[in-house]
């Protein structure tokens, strides 16, 4: 069973259903989504524009349509961004992602730097990295469905930058995400911005029952920083990219606005996807795909022909991934 307005699936340990099919995750964004909550965040952040025209931001740029188009947005509200893109080694930048960062950038008259996450991951990370790889390539077969849902219930808690916590992932971007958001800060604080936009196209989280476009981290004491989901803060929809697109110098062949799981950008997520869905019942990235729709940035036969299709995993282990690219030492083969 899927929820009747998104896609969650009632495999979800984590999601339930009322009479009429709508999951949680619909009924409470429903009930507590507020729009002067969104507009309050976005009068904050124009109050942080330089006038002098020195960078008062950084902008997240994969060479897709959401973080393009973010980037052109964050132009157009006035402020001096800096571009920048993450390499982690296993996430996949292709040589036409590459020329479309180099194009849209020297269009937007934007600065623009490739920055290694690696130094951002901790040992506990690693030691987890190790763990998951374990997982993926010797145990996920010999388990069983209960044992999968359980580890993909628990981890949920494990994603956030100060989270030590040791142990196998079944969904990786979850790991990765504590690495990368750490790295958002340090490389924010070492521009001396306080402001970091994303193309996420779903809320940042929810506080004081408010879905909130805004993260406010401030580890070192008097140095905050704003991360940002610039298209949920704006109501931005998938349609609304192509005139924008077309602003930026994408040609018309690349249009064909592509809506993908995790697997699109990431090696180990095609290898979570191809090992773990059958055992779960439902794409690891699911959720994600759910709070798209959730938002009304995508349709729901959007994302349920998303989630669709079969992924293909590297023809490596993931061991090898990490060892590959530094991410953990040879020793670890």
Known sequence: MRCKLCINSSENPSRTFDENGVCNVCREFK???????????????????????????????????????????????????????????????????????????????????????????????????????????????HMDSETVLKMFRDERHCNRPKDKTIRPFVRPCRLCRRAVIRGYYAEAVRHHVSVVFLGINEWCG??????????????????????????????????????ILRKIGWSEDDMDIHIGTGRSGCLLARIAESKATGLLGFNPDETRLAREVTVGFIHRAQALNAVSQKAEPPDTSMMDILISKNILPSSDK
């Open 31 to 141: 009930t507590n989504f507020s729009q002067a909550a969104l507009d309050a965040e976005l009068s904050f952040l124009k109050t942080l524009i330089r006038k002098d025209g020195s960078t008062d931001c950084l902008v997240a740029l994969s060479g897709g349509k959401d973080s393009a188009a973010a980037l052109y947005t964050v132009r157009k509200m006035g402020f001096h961004p800096k571009a920048f893109t993450f390499d982690a080694g296993y996430n996949v930048i292709s040589d036409r992602q590459r020329e479309k960062i180099k194009n849209v950038t020297q269009i937007l008259k934007v600065p623009h730097a490739y920055i290694d996450a690696r130094p951002y991951i901790s040992e506990e990370d690693r030691e987890s990295f190790r763990l998951t790889a374990e997982f993926y390539d010797s145990q996920i077969e």
């Open 206 to 243: 929810v506080h004081q029952n408010n879905y909130t476009a805004v993260r406010k981290l401030e580890p070192v004491p008097g140095k905050p920083v704003y991360i940002v989901h610039l298209p949920f803060l704006i109501h931005r929809k998938m349609e609304d990219l192509v005139p």
